[in-house]
């Protein structure tokens, strides 16, 4: 093995972009290592004004760094990746991905052609997840106890979130859960002014525009404005002329009988996703008509979805009330809650929704309480639509033995790119046994040796006595959606960091002349 390696300093200019990247990546990784596992810790964030974010969360402590160097961004997007792809799982993808650099650096610094390690991390990837595929076990419905112990575990061991994530997928059902998209975390809202809940509907944390906030909860008919609920107007140049004014005064006149349609239709409740004009605001405060302005695009269409109502323009409402009535939905609670300051609505006609609730004392505890509670509800959606895996780094060391059994029958130096592989793979392992303070070469040794002469993939280590276990045995389970795309996305961003010869910076924009 010692041929392989070229010595002198042209060996050494060669490799000196490899190293400086993954250098890079390596410290990256030291920043969020420490958090993984039962035994992980937290991070202090600091703000250049003072703010402080306490978190473990992977992608948060990821997309909060200051980060210059252009192959750490790389591994940024793994990140950002897993967050958008499966909503958990962001520090085992960047764990993965920096121990896949570092293993192939270390093999292409030995002699070995990059095109060979790339072209031997790729098909071992390719092992590992059709390894981690075969060996994953499907989730029995919503009362499959594997469930909850998802939740419970993805949410850093807090019961009472587990518990709200669980109630609310239930009350979701399974059909809803699996829609293609449909993302179970974003039904999830914090509040630093009240107490956790699962509430049977949409919150919408607005406070109405009235004047007065006196609205007693009601059954309601919903109208929707994907724009201002205001009358049309001319531009200011045409208001000049005495034919502006006439049409100016013409629209006013028209928004006027508009808002008559309202009492026709019985509508109840308006939410714009601009603002409202100053009539039409005291008109609905006359006729106890509650009112929202500049709610969010995708806020707006989850109440469409929930109450049946489609949204429309404001020229819309110049339609005759029996067309316009085509628009409009339903709720059999609207109300404001002036505790929460937010509106609650229940009962739409449209398609299931909750809304989870978490509530802490300080914004800094309800934001990282927010951020668990949206990882466990991820994390119970992709155990849904994929199965579970154990945990523990078990079903990684499993695939990492596979991995070096099919190495065994590749012939020329791909095999070194295979070796990479499973050396990443036992990564997640060794370094939740060093957050709980073992040594990993030791634990990693005795997990491949008793999974090997068990014949059980699910054995790792107990954090808390150090003995080996069975994860599925005692309720440690991942999600194997989880895994498999955090494996992907890891070798996608080490075989790019590994091809990189030469960094060179852009120029600018010219300037014009």
Known sequence: MSQLKS???????????LRNNATAIRAICSAVEGTLGPKGLDTMLVGALGEVIITNDGVTILDKMEVSHPAARLLIQVARSQQEQVGDGTTTATVLAGALVAEGVAQVTRGVPVAKVVRGVQEGIDTALQSLQKRSRPI????????YRIAYIAGREHADLAGLVLEGAKRLGTARLLEEHFRFAEVVMSSGKGRSEVWPGLLLQKKPVNAQLDFPPAAAQVLLLQDAFEPESVDEEALMTEAGFRRQTQLREQ?????????????????AERGVDPEAEQFCTDHGIMVVQ????AELRRLAEYTGARPIRRSGLLKPA??????IGTAGHVGYDERLECVRLAEGKGRAQVTIVVGASTSEIVGERLRIARDAASSVQAALRG????????AEMAAAHEVERRRETVQGMEGFGFAAVAGALRKPLAQIVVNAGYNPLEKVEEVKAAQISSGRDSLAVDCDTGAIIDMMEHGVVDPALVKLHALQAAGEVASAVLRIHTVIKMRGPRSEE
């Open 322 to 327: 029996a067309e316009l009535a085509g628009s």
């Open 387 to 394: 199965g579970v895996l154990p945990g523990g780094g078990a």
């Open 294 to 297: 500049r709610l969010p695009r």
């Open 255 to 271: 928004f006027r009988a508009t808002l008559e349609k309202l009492l026709e239709l019985r509508v109840g409740f308006i939410a």
């Open 7 to 17: 010595n002198g300093p042209e060996a050494e200019d060669a490799y000196g972009t």
């Open 140 to 147: 029995e419905g919503l009362e499959d106890p594997l469930l």
